[in-house]
Structure formats: C-alpha cells, structure tokens
C-alpha cells in the first residue's frame, strides 16, 4: 500500500495551496481519510479527515473554514485545498487512511493505518 503526497510549496500569508494524495489501495472507498501536519518541534496534530460515505467530514479548530477535504473515489485521491494560509499552518503535510465501517468517525492518528511520506507546506509572513 503506498498513499503519495504532493502540492507543497512556499507561499505568502493570506494564500492557497492545494495538498493531493494518491493511493494504492484496492478498496479505496472502504478507507477513511485524513490529514495531519507536523510543525519543528511540535507534536503531530490532526488537520482533516474524510469518511467512507464522502458527506461526513472533520476538521481541527485551526482550519475550520479556511480548509476543505475532499476525495474522488474513481481516481482513489484525498485532497485538502488550503485558503488564507496564515504562518502558524507551516508543517509537514501528512496524508493517511484506515479502512473502517460507514459510522466510525474515530480521527486519532493511531488509528490510522497507512501513511504518506509527507509534503512540506510553508507560509511566509
């Protein structure tokens, strides 16, 4: 199983940037989707997540609003678009996915399977 991330890159503050993760998973619609970000010196922290049934999703505090995710079943791809960038969203971009039933909403990373090799995302003030 491999998920790849890509979309990183420097952008200014009050920008955009789109976050795409490709997977290698045979049932793609049966896995749960998720973000996280890791910052120098800051643990992991949950970013996005995205569940089987695509309507249902949850977001950190810090993004409400500013971040969307999203998934496209037929290409087997979780994106998170990122509006109004601010710096303190500088971090390490994860993308991971778990396969679960349609109502478990569990985001705790350690509940996460599989994991992408991370993109970095960094906004200049």
């Known amino acids: 199983v491999q998920l790849q991330a890509s979309g990183g890159g420097l952008v200014q503050a009050g920008g955009s940037l789109r976050l795409s993760c490709a997977a290698s998973?045979?049932?793609?619609?049966?896995?749960?989707l998720a973000w996280f970000r890791q910052a120098p010196g800051k643990e992991r922290e949950f970013v996005a997540a995205?569940?089987?049934?695509?309507?249902?999703?949850n977001y950190a505090d810090s993004v409400k609003g500013r971040f969307t995710i999203s998934r496209d079943n037929t290409k087997k791809t979780v994106s998170l678009q990122m509006s109004s960038l601010k710096p303190e969203d500088t971090a390490v971009y994860y993308c991971?996915?778990?396969?679960?039933?349609?109502?478990?909403?569990?985001?705790?990373?350690?509940?996460?399977?599989?994991w992408g090799q991370g993109t970095q995302v960094t906004v200049s003030s």
């Open positions: 991971a996915a778990r396969q679960t039933i349609l109502t478990d909403y569990r985001i705790d990373a350690d509940v996460f399977d599989y």
């Open positions: 998973l045979r049932t793609f619609d049966r896995y749960a």
């Open positions: 995205i569940f089987r049934s695509g309507r249902a999703t």
